[in-house]
């Protein structure tokens, strides 16, 4: 690392640039390959994963009515009946 990449101005490292220098990783992810691999530490336990995918992808109620409006949103399609 360069001086002062990651540090302050007054020549101290910050705990997340000395982790990230270590290879380890930060309290507060930063990058997109940072966030990734925070998201996938916490969806290792598969309780958190099932409750984070409900909050990500629930449909307000009034987008699911406007869905369940349209005639063939209805029928199940032929993956989700094999599936059943």
Partial sequence: MRVGAGR???GRWSGDA???AAG???ATPV???EKVE???DLAADETVAALAACD???IPPRV???ILAIPPART???MIAASA
Avoid: D
């Fill in 8 to 10: 302050s101005s007054c």
């Fill in 18 to 20: 000395a982790k990230r």
């Fill in 24 to 26: 380890w990783s930060p």
């Fill in 31 to 33: 990058t997109v390959e």
């Fill in 38 to 40: 925070a998201i996938r």
């Fill in 56 to 58: 990500l992808w629930i």
């Fill in 64 to 66: 699911g009515r406007m």
């Fill in 76 to 78: 199940p399609s032929p």
